[in-house]
């Protein structure tokens, strides 16, 4: 069987240190943003990323892009 596979968009997600619990561990929140262009260079994501947590209240810890795709099967003659 073979598999055919798609890209679909990616998400963006932020990670947010929003202060310390009484056990003195991080707080972290996160905040997702979806349908970014599969075609979207890698840098733009970032920067994108970075100018987006700038407006967050609390400090930016981490960015990931989560890249979707989607598997087929390949239907054969």
Excluded: C, W
């Amino acid at each position: 069987m073979a598999v055919i596979v798609n890209q679909a968009n990616s998400k963006l997600k932020l990670f947010y240190n929003a202060g310390t619990d009484e056990n003195d561990k991080d707080i972290i929140k996160n905040k997702t943003y979806s349908n970014i262009k599969a075609t979207a260079d890698n840098e733009d994501v970032y920067s994108l990323g970075i100018e987006l947590s700038q407006l967050q209240e609390y400090p930016l810890v981490n960015l990931v892009r989560l890249e979707e795709h989607q598997l087929l099967n390949e239907i054969e003659d």
